[in-house]
């Protein structure tokens, strides 16, 4: 069995590898780039390798990290994600989260730094963020060590199970007609658990999904399809005034604003992030990731 570590740089991604693995640790290059990869066997289960992802912020298309850690996980099939998350920095590692629960892997989120969390006397309510997202959550403090190997064994639990719970989320009417158009011209050719996947990417027009679907589903789309799929984009671009990336962006940034009023009670209870913040993150995320 195979389980990917995924998560933004600096939410504790190492700490918590090296206390699931402990010394049965192998470190190489991901092929054909020098990018560090490591994996190594869980702690008491020799059959589960966990393979340490670079850190992301999301999985577009723009630099090696993201182009590393998504290949990996739609062209390598791992048996399931454990997606680790900075509980002090929700609103920006939840971005990524919402990308990984379209890939179609069962998945475990486990909310790290809750020692810090705590100290801040804020709380972050684990059940509505589970609702929210449709997989399990665990507080963790991989610092501590603690609830480490409790998240790591309901990831295997989740991979045995093949447990895909669907997650909840939807984009805004005008976007899911014409995802589902592209998903009807795709529909039979594409894994069932990754259709949502290409057809979000589809749609965004990123620049590497021809040349995946191509590789890992055998599919091209005609050329008379794929005007068919730019002309929908474009009359819901112009319905909604931004270009279609930007579209999906702003409106994943909607739905963590929405988590986030849910599933965390701030000691400071007063507004956290200010919409010039946000502005400033979408656009970082964009060009800078
Ligand atoms: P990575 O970039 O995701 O691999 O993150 P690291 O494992 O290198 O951790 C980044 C920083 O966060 C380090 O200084 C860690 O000591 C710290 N850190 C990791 N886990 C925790 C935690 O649970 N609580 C606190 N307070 N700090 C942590
Ligand atoms: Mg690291």
């Given at each position: 069995?195979k389980?990917?570590?995924?998560?933004?740089?600096?939410?504790?991604?190492?700490?918590?590898?090296?206390?699931?693995?402990?010394?049965?640790?192998?470190?190489?290059?991901?092929?054909?780039?020098?990018?560090?990869?490591?994996?190594?066997k869980?702690?008491?289960?020799?059959?589960?390798?966990?393979?340490?992802?670079p850190?992301?912020?999301?999985?577009?298309?723009?630099?090696?990290?993201?182009?590393?850690?998504?290949?990996?996980?739609?062209?390598?099939?791992?048996?399931?994600?454990?997606?680790?998350?900075?509980?002090t920095?929700?609103?920006?590692?939840?971005?990524?989260?919402?990308?990984?629960?379209?890939?179609?892997?069962?998945?475990v989120?486990?909310?790290?730094?809750?020692?810090?969390?705590c100290?801040?006397?804020?709380?972050?309510?684990?059940?509505?963020?589970?609702?929210?997202?449709?997989?399990?959550?665990?507080?963790?403090?991989?610092?501590?060590?603690?609830?480490?190997?409790?998240?790591?064994?309901?990831?295997?639990?989740?991979?045995?199970?093949?447990?895909?719970?669907?997650?909840?989320?939807?984009?805004?009417?005008?976007?899911?007609?014409?995802?589902?158009?592209?998903?009807?011209?795709?529909d039979?050719?594409?894994?069932?658990?990754?259709?949502?996947?290409?057809?979000?990417?589809?749609f965004?027009?990123?620049?590497?999904i021809?040349?995946?679907?191509?590789?890992?589903?055998?599919?091209e789309?005609?050329?008379?399809?794929?005007s068919?799929?730019?002309?929908?984009?474009?009359?819901?671009?112009e319905?909604?005034?931004?270009?279609?990336?930007?579209?999906?962006?702003?409106?994943?940034?909607k739905?963590?604003?929405?988590?986030?009023?849910?599933c965390?009670?701030?000691?400071n209870?007063?507004?956290?992030?200010?919409?010039?913040?946000?502005?400033?993150?979408?656009?970082?995320?964009?060009?800078?990731?």
């Amino acid at each position: 069995m195979k389980i990917a570590l995924a998560g933004n740089p600096n939410s504790g991604k190492t700490t918590l590898f090296n206390l699931l693995t402990g010394s049965n640790q192998f470190v190489g290059n991901w092929p054909g780039v020098t990018v560090e990869k490591k994996t190594g066997k869980l702690k008491g289960d020799d059959d589960v390798e966990i393979v340490d992802l670079p850190g992301v912020y999301s999985l577009s298309p723009y630099s090696l990290e993201e182009v590393v850690s998504r290949n990996f996980l739609v062209n390598e099939k791992p048996d399931a994600v454990l997606n680790i998350i900075d509980g002090t920095n929700l609103e920006r590692n939840l971005y990524l989260t919402t990308q990984l629960l379209e890939l179609g892997i069962p998945t475990v989120i486990a909310v790290n730094m809750t020692d810090a969390v705590c100290k801040n006397g804020d709380k972050i309510h684990t059940e509505e963020l589970e609702k929210n997202l449709g997989c399990p959550v665990f507080e963790i403090s991989a610092l501590k060590n603690k609830g480490c190997m409790e998240a790591a064994s309901a990831t295997v639990k989740r991979a045995l199970e093949k447990n895909t719970e669907k997650y909840p989320f939807s984009f805004d009417s005008c976007v899911e007609q014409c995802l589902s158009f592209i998903e009807n011209l795709t529909d039979g050719n594409v894994s069932k658990e990754k259709s949502r996947w290409y057809t979000v990417k589809l749609f965004e027009r990123d620049s590497k999904i021809l040349e995946q679907l191509k590789e890992n589903e055998n599919f091209e789309l005609t050329s008379e399809n794929l005007s068919l799929i730019e002309s929908k984009i474009k009359a819901c671009e112009e319905e909604m005034d931004d270009d279609s990336e930007s579209i999906i962006t702003g409106q994943r940034y909607k739905y963590i604003e929405s988590i986030i009023k849910s599933c965390v009670t701030k000691k400071n209870s007063k507004n956290h992030f200010s919409t010039s913040d946000k502005i400033d993150r979408i656009v970082t995320n964009k060009y800078l990731s």
